[in-house]
């Protein structure tokens, strides 16, 4: 048997053994094991381990707890620090894990569906009309080149709040023949132009050309409050413009009460939608003060309990979510807040803030025999799991109406401004 051959099967034997040691149950278990792991204080995680393994805190800090057992190894956060977790196999360190244990934190889930009212930073331009004119038809706001989709923020260097507030500068402009100054706000953007209004033929009257509006309602659903800052969020997605379908830049707005008085079904292609008014004596329960793409936020004025999570929850991490069954609370009839049953299909564990990292399914059958699955108005319903706030609904899919996608709590908390990764709540 010559060199050649005798180097052949050696690298056969090495290849076959490295396969069967590396699918066997022990090693597999071992690799299973994170590099990387960030729990809150007084929780613990388990993991599979038949290795001959020892295990020890590199600092010897009392803030994790280890716990090594014949097939397990249990990582205890005692107190919020930063630990290395070293791995020892007959003396030689062959993994390291970094541990991150967060401050406790806890807060109150929702469910209760809410009205929603939101005020511009100033008059949305949501189309252009055209002016009767002696010389023809024409928009003047086109002219100034004033897009679908702009803010006017403010005129001749006066703000601008909400659409009354622009007649007497069209007045005056008619009257005198010079133009407004306009600032506009597009992409986020600011931009200065001139517009200069036009006479209409038929009743004298000076007009811009320009669709405007300056507010905007709908209903949703409570996802979470602080109890010590009063801090919330709700819907889970950013609030558009129906028409001009941009992101509505706030100014401020206000939450209310919502009782529901029916619902349209879902079906394949045609999502379904809760229908509801605004409580009677329209009391508004809190403010808002930020529409981005994980919801809206704001402080809350007045108690919303719902019934059945009156007490503060933990929440999890977008890393502790798993697949599997949980709970989603929401309105389906009146203001009675009720517990589904739904099913997480995926969850991403994001590193990142991001929205859709959720997909879940509606199992729960006197809520599919009711609205079909997931309907317009549930946004924002939270999601539990393992006694856990960990989500809330966002979308519906169109051709799925029992799925669609959800947002990890821990990116709702951020927007809310709870300190989900620093020092404990404090209240403001």
């Known amino acids: 048997m010559n060199a050649e051959t005798i180097r052949k099967m ?20 071992y690799l299973r094991i994170p590099k990387q792991m960030v729990m809150f204080e007084g929780e613990k995680a388990t993991f599979a381990s038949a290795l001959p393994v020892h295990a020890e805190v590199k600092d010897a800090s009392h803030s994790i707890e280890l716990e090594k057992a014949d097939d397990t190894l249990t990582v205890e956060a005692k107190q919020p620090d930063e630990e290395k977790v070293v791995l020892n196999m007959g003396g030689v360190p062959i993994k390291q894990i970094d541990v991150k244990a967060l401050p406790s934190l806890k807060v109150i889930p929702g469910g209760q569906s809410i009205g929603v009212k939101l005020n511009t930073l100033g008059v ?26 702009d803010m006017i923020t403010s005129v001749n260097g006066k703000k601008i709040e909400n659409m009354s507030d622009l007649s ?16 506009l706000i597009r992409d986020q953007r600011s931009i200065a132009t ?76 045609n999502p379904g939608e809760k229908l509801a008014r605004f409580s009677k004596d329209k009391e508004i329960i809190g403010n808002i003060t930020t529409n981005s793409p994980f919801g809206i936020f704001g402080k809350l004025s007045k108690s919303v309990p719902n019934e059945l999570y009156d007490k503060p ?49 509606v199992t729960d059958p006197r809520l599919l025999k009711k609205t079909g699955g ?55």
């Open 313 to 361: 929850m933990p929440v999890a991490l977008s890393s502790q979510v798993k697949k599997g069954p949980a709970k989603m609370l929401t309105v389906i009839e009146n203001d009675r807040v009720e517990a589904f049953d739904v099913e997480i299909v995926n969850s991403v564990p994001q590193k990142f803030p991001a929205t859709k990292g959720l997909v879940i399914r």
């Open 374 to 428: 997931i309907v317009q108005g549930m946004s924002g319903s939270p999601i539990i799991q393992d006694g856990k706030l960990i989500g809330a609904v966002t979308h519906v899919f169109v051709n799925d109406p029992t799925s669609g996608y959800g947002v990890h709590i821990e990116w709702m908390l951020n927007e809310a401004g709870i300190d989900i990764y620093g020092s404990k709540q404090k209240a403001s």
């Open 124 to 149: 949305l331009v949501v189309g252009y009309h055209l002016v009767d004119t002696e010389s023809g038809k024409k928009s003047p706001g086109e002219l100034a080149g004033i897009q679908v989709g």
């Open 168 to 183: 007497p500068f069209i007045e005056k402009s008619g009257k005198t023949g010079q133009p407004l100054d306009l600032q």
């Open 10 to 29: 050696m690298g056969i034997f090495l290849l076959v053994s490295f396969v069967l040691i590396s699918t066997s149950k022990p090693v597999r278990e």
């Open 194 to 269: 001139k517009l200069t209004p036009l006479k209409d033929k038929h009743d004298h009257a000076y007009r811009i050309g320009l669709y405007i509006r300056d507010s905007a309602a709908g209903i949703g659903t409570m996802t979470f409050f602080d109890p010590i800052s009063k801090k919330y969020g709700a819907l889970g997605h950013v609030i558009s413009d129906m028409d001009t379908k941009k992101p509505i830049i706030v100014q401020n707005g206000q939450i209310m009460k919502s009782t529901v008085t029916s619902i349209e079904k879902g079906s394949s292609g």
